[in-house]
């Protein structure tokens, strides 16, 4: 269908949106989804491309400890040398339908979500969250990481997929961020009340699974402690919505953001498949005990996707509480940045009501001409890896995304319109 201008296609994109039905179908090993991962030693990274010498500390480290997972080689120093001899091919995430946090870091037997979006027919897949502390996703790969991530692929992975079986249709989750909106989650730096909501509804069935009492035990366990959880599944669900939303080629709204520690890009709709890039900042924020800024890496994973889709950083005001962690100040400040953010948005999603802005609507469709008009740049809420490898998380904070993404991706847009 073509559309008489512009602002008539974005209309049609963000109503893609608003009418989405994403549901949470199944956990399954990412090789079973994604084909590519069956051709020999591929890893799925975040952000635009990238190869490993580009690679900033925390991504190689989670690549080595990736291939320790898969059993490619016996140790560090061997995997670290294959890597870069180029022995293993690189893919991001974007590129087969997945998103990945911080580094991204997927592999063919690391278990996925897999979330159907039923309006559009396609699916999007995410790997689960580890939990906090040295994990794959911020570089770390001791032995411990190798082993939870072991136990995530025998245990936490097929227990989920089992009892999601037992659902009448899949988990609703327009239904769950709605409800977790409510109660202070902005879904990217903070997902408390979605995790527990997800425990809330998965549990029953879960208990109702034949098999080892302490499996189940340590399951549950895991999903009470893990306040994050949810993260992944917001991740995949972005995912999923936006795909469905950018496959009307036209328009100027943009359909995902992301960042390899290198460059941060952007897709709009009318552009398809194209990135565009410019170099990564690096997040300002609050620190663990013991670090600093200059221990920060720079901007880094595809979980921008929940920005895209109106929420992290976007819906700060959902949680003002998570200002103080990402050390963005307090409730007037949140109030601040989502009404900036409003600024350079197309509309509102009444899917999702904020108590906290008067029950506005979260953000709805950032449009890239308001982007360069207004020089306003997107807000992201973002953890903040320790910029070597192995070190892990190292603290929390906020980061813009750079202007000149959305300069090039007008100038592109226009070019193909045959206005320049």
Not at 10 to 33: G, R, Y
Not at 36 to 41: P, V
Not at 109 to 127: K, L, Q, S, W
Not at 330 to 345: K, P, R, V
């Amino acid at each position: 269908m073509k559309y008489n201008s512009i602002d008539e296609a974005n209309k049609a994109v963000v109503e893609k949106i608003v009418n989405s039905a994403p549901f949470l179908v199944d956990v399954v090993p990412a090789k079973s989804k994604i084909k590519e991962l069956n051709e020999g030693k591929v890893i799925l990274h975040a952000g635009p491309p990238i190869q490993w010498d580009d690679m900033t500390g925390p991504m190689q480290g989670s690549c080595i400890g990736a291939s320790l997972f898969e059993g490619w080689y016996e140790d560090a120093d061997s995997a670290e040398k294959a890597l870069a001899n180029g022995e293993v091919t690189f893919i991001p995430c974007h590129h087969v339908n997945a998103v990945g946090p911080m580094g991204g870091i997927t592999t063919a037997n690391m278990p996925v979500f897999v979330v159907e979006n039923r309006t559009d027919g396609n699916e999007a897949y995410c790997i689960m969250n580890e939990g906090i502390g040295k994990v794959l996703r911020f570089g770390a790969y001791s032995e411990e990481v190798v082993n939870r991530l072991k136990w995530m692929q025998d245990v936490l992975g097929p227990t989920l997929s089992k009892a999601l079986k037992l659902t009448d249709d899949g988990m609703n989750l327009n239904v769950m961020i709605a409800k977790a909106i409510t109660m202070g989650d902005e879904f990217h730096q903070r997902n408390i009340a979605a995790s527990l909501i997800f425990m809330k509804e998965i549990s029953p069935f879960i208990v109702q699974l034949d098999m080892d009492e302490k499996d189940m035990k340590d399951v549950i366990q895991f999903l009470a402690d893990t306040d994050q959880f949810f993260l992944n599944i917001a991740m995949a669900t972005g995912k999923a919505v936006m795909d469905g939303a950018r496959k009307i080629e036209e328009g100027t709204v943009v359909t995902a953001m992301c960042r390899n520690g290198k460059d941060f890009g952007i897709r709009i709709s009318g552009m398809g498949d194209q990135w565009f890039t410019a170099p990564v900042n690096t997040p300002q924020g609050l620190f663990f005990t013991g670090y600093s800024q200059d221990d920060a890496n720079p901007d880094i994973g595809d979980s921008a996707i929940t920005e895209t889709f109106g929420v992290g950083g976007m819906a700060m005001i959902a949680a003002p509480g998570v200002t103080r962690f990402v050390g963005a100040g307090g409730f007037n400040d949140a109030l601040s940045t989502s009404n900036e953010m409003m600024e350079i948005c197309m509309d509102q999603n009444s899917n999702f009501t904020i108590p906290t802005w008067d029950f506005q609507g979260a953000c709805l469709g950032i449009d890239a001409r308001k982007v360069v008009e207004t020089g306003i740049e997107p807000v992201i809420n973002t953890g903040i890896a320790h910029k070597e490898a192995g070190v892990g998380q190292v603290g929390a904070g906020t980061v813009r995304a750079p202007k000149e993404c959305f300069e090039k991706a007008l100038e592109a847009y226009a070019e193909k319109l045959g206005l320049i």
